[in-house]
Each structure stands twice: as structure tokens, then as C-alpha cells.
Nanobody, 118 residues
Framework: QVQLVESGGGLVQAGGSLRLSCAAS????????MGWFRQAPGKDRESVAT???????SYADSVKGRFTISRDNAKNIIYLQMNSLKAEDTAVYYC????????????WGQGTQVTVSS
């Protein structure tokens, strides 16, 4: 079992930056692909960024060049650095873990609210 706890959300003006953190406990993250997802009011949850166990990263087109996902395996934490924030980035952000070899994201945090004022 992996427990995930996000932090770092808040209110920021458009053009500003935030760094989200996701602390894991229960298992080491080296055996899990990690991802950040978000869900805005009235919209489906969408993938924002993923980080594989091998270090490969992927991003939604809407955040490419502005967001960076990283992990610190020694601290068992993943990060999402968000720069040049836009009002449309407003959402609840969730981190998730997917065990190597599995097809679904089996572990989720409780989410952290990010609000970008324009």
C-alpha cells in the first residue's frame, strides 16, 4: 500500500508560480510510476504530467514548457513545479502512483486546490 499526501496548493496570480509536493509513505516510490492529475469544476479529471521509474516524463500539451515533474527517491517525494500559471490551470491537483506492470493508477492522494486569479 502506498499513501500519498499532496501539499503546496493555494491562491496565486496569473503569471505566478507554485510548487506542489506529494509525499509518499508505505512503499518506496522507486517501484512506481508517478503522475499529477487535475480536475477543474465541471470537467473530467485529466493527466497533467507523468514520471516513469526510468526517468521518462510526459506532459499535457496545455502545460508543456510551463510545468516540470520531478521526483526525489531518497525523500520519497514527487514535485510539480508550475510556472507562468494561467486562470485555466485552476483545479484540484492530485498525485497518483502506478505500480510497474500495472495498467491503472491504483493509489491517489486527497488533492490540493490550486486557484489562479486573472
Amino acid at each position: 500500500q502506498v499513501q500519498l499526501v499532496e501539499s503546496g496548493g493555494g491562491l496565486v496570480q496569473a503569471g505566478g508560480s507554485l510548487r506542489l509536493s506529494c509525499a509518499a509513505s508505505g512503499r518506496t516510490l522507486t517501484s512506481y510510476h508517478m503522475g499529477w492529475f487535475r480536475q477543474a469544476p465541471g470537467k473530467d479529471r485529466e493527466s497533467v504530467a507523468t514520471h516513469s521509474t526510468g526517468g521518462w516524463t510526459s506532459y499535457a500539451d496545455s502545460v508543456k514548457g510551463r510545468f516540470t515533474i520531478s521526483r526525489d527517491n531518497a525523500k520519497n517525494i514527487i514535485y510539480l513545479q508550475m510556472n507562468s500559471l494561467k486562470a485555466e490551470d485552476t483545479a484540484v491537483y492530485y498525485c497518483a502512483a502506478r505500480a510497474v506492470g500495472e495498467s491503472s493508477w491504483g493509489y491517489w492522494g486527497q488533492g490540493t486546490q490550486v486557484t489562479v486569479s486573472s
